[in-house]
């Protein structure tokens, strides 16, 4: 069983930047395909980005493309969401997201956080 718990979310105004973490249990965290995903109010879960087992590969929706970084720490069970650029649009609560597998950008991923709550201000 892995268990994941985001922490870094919160409040920040439009063209700022934030960090999410998302560490992981367990030992196999350099087995885990990681990914993150939002939903804002009302709206479904969409795919935000994707990082492989070494993080070698990365791939992002086109909405954050340029703007957002995923990067992780195999050592430490934790992947990271490096924003930036942030606009009104990007509030969202953000999860994130662990397979053995590789999944994309389709939320049938096997493990889930509990998410994160990111509020961008005009």
């Known amino acids: 069983q892995v268990q994941l718990v985001e922490s870094g979310g919160g409040l920040v105004q439009a063209g700022g930047s934030l960090r999410l973490s998302c560490a992981a249990s367990g030992r196999t965290f350099s087995s885990l395909i990681m990914a993150w995903f939002r939903q804002a109010p009302g709206k479904e879960r969409v795919f935000v980005g994707t990082?492989?087992?070494?993080?070698?590969?990365?791939a992002y929706a086109d909405s954050v493309k340029g703007r957002f970084a995923i990067s992780r720490d195999n050592a430490k069970n934790t992947v990271y969401l490096q924003m930036n650029s942030l606009k009104p649009e990007d509030t969202a609560v953000y999860y994130c997201?662990?397979?053995?597998?590789?999944?994309?950008?389709?939320?049938?991923?096997?493990?889930w956080g509990q998410g994160t709550r990111v509020t961008v201000s005009s």
């Open positions: 990082i492989t087992w070494s993080g070698s590969s990365t």
């Open positions: 997201a662990a397979d053995y597998y590789y999944i994309g950008y389709e939320a049938r991923y096997c493990y």
